[in-house]
């Protein structure tokens, strides 16, 4: 069943019961606005609604404690359909309204990129959650990552396959969008430098229904782990079940996708007992619980990162245009990398000056359906 836009508000009203926290401006200036573009539509919706409570959420937070610059802080909505087309138009939609001093944008880095033109031509902060290394490495100063990039996650993953895990046979499955490759790439070369050069390297096209040929492949080629970068929830949960179905049943450790919410309830017990690399776990913070406390309280799901890095985008952006004391674009800017040892559901935020908050993550386990916090990787280099 298709969800239209009116369908999905008043599932947001019931579910949040909260109506004021997106607050209509009655009048010039009344409001201090943030656009956000969330896919209210198409195969990631699920993922969107959780995104858009994560962020509302934290604008409740922020309108009670005195709002943004003493206003109160609307939320701008526009449906990015779940495609690049999508978030362009979503975008131009909201960058066309002069009043809106940020955006947050993507979790996706194919549609980051699809956005990244028309941001460095508008010149106003985005907050993003796509973990394509190459997203603050192009030279657009105002793309801002509040979740930590895949650099570390190759590593992560790596690391705790070959050295935790003892495997060294892998066997890298990966979405050929912008996410997926980079993932890939960095897991390849974190495996080589541990000397377990992949036996497998498999990419796969994003809406896929049948993953037959991808498992077949992993099956002939004698792996004894799986590392996997899927870039969609619906995608992950086919593949898990037909990985199954055809008897594959070695240890695999996946990219943050494998823990979504969305996910798990696809694949249920296809997925019991992988590992995956989360920026966002439960038990990872004092900071991750009390999120996860308030977040069931509303949303009556559990948390994952499609919630928590826009509840953490809204907190800094807020907290950095009260510091600014404007919302000059430039001014917002160097207040959120200014941004230091900011206590975050996804973890402390550290900007650098490439605009990455992050430079870690965690390892977690599916334990018969419950995500199990094992242990928090940080890096500094």
């Excluded at 796969?204 to 799986?226: C, E, H, W």
């Amino acid at each position: 069943m298709k969800l239209t836009r009116r369908d999905f508000a008043a599932g947001l009203a019931a579910g949040i019961a909260a109506p004021y926290i997106i607050t209509t401006a009655r009048a010039e200036g009344a409001t201090t606005k943030i656009g956000m573009c969330a896919p209210v539509t198409g195969p990631a919706a699920e993922a969107g609604r959780y995104a858009i409570q994560g962020a509302k959420l934290a604008l409740e937070a922020v309108n009670k404690a005195g709002g943004i610059l003493g206003k109160k802080a609307e939320l701008v909505i526009e449906d990015d359909q779940t495609t690049n087309p999508g978030i362009v138009l979503a975008f131009s939609k909201l960058a066309a309204q002069s009043d809106i001093v940020a955006f947050l944008g993507s979790i996706r880095s194919t549609q980051v990129h699809a956005m990244a033109p028309d941001v460095l031509k508008l010149g106003k902060p985005v907050m993003i959650g796509g973990t394509d290394p190459n997203l603050t490495h192009m030279g657009n100063k105002w793309l801002f990552r509040f979740r930590p990039n895949d650099s570390y996650s190759g590593r992560v993953i790596a690391e705790y396959g070959v050295k935790t895990l003892g495997k060294k046979k892998w066997a890298i499955v990966h979405s050929t969008d912008a996410f997926g490759t980079a993932g890939g790439k960095a897991l390849t070369e974190a495996l080589t430098k541990q000397g377990c050069a992949p036996v497998l390297n498999q990419g796969y096209a994003n809406q896929s229904q049948d993953f037959t040929p991808v498992v077949l492949a992993i099956k002939q080629s004698g792996a004894d782990i799986l590392g996997s970068y899927f870039t969609f929830e619906n995608d992950l949960g086919i593949f898990a079940r037909q990985l199954r179905q055809l008897g594959v049943n070695i240890p695999w450790v996946g990219s943050p996708s494998i823990v979504n919410v969305t996910a798990l309830k696809l694949a249920g017990p296809a997925l019991y007992g992988t590992f995956g690399v989360a920026d966002y776990a439960e038990d990872s913070s004092d900071a991750a619980k009390a999120f996860a406390k308030e977040y069931r309280a509303v949303a009556k799901v559990a948390p994952d990162n499609q919630s928590s890095w826009t509840f953490d985008a809204v907190n800094v952006l807020s907290a950095a245009i009260n510091k600014a004391g404007s919302t000059d674009p430039a001014k917002i800017r160097e207040a959120i990398l200014a941004t230091k040892k900011f206590a975050g559901a996804e973890g402390e935020y550290n900007f650098d000056q490439n605009g990455d908050g992050l430079h870690g993550y965690n390892i977690v386990k599916n334990d018969k359906g419950k995500i199990v916090f094992d242990k928090h990787i940080e890096f500094t280099d």
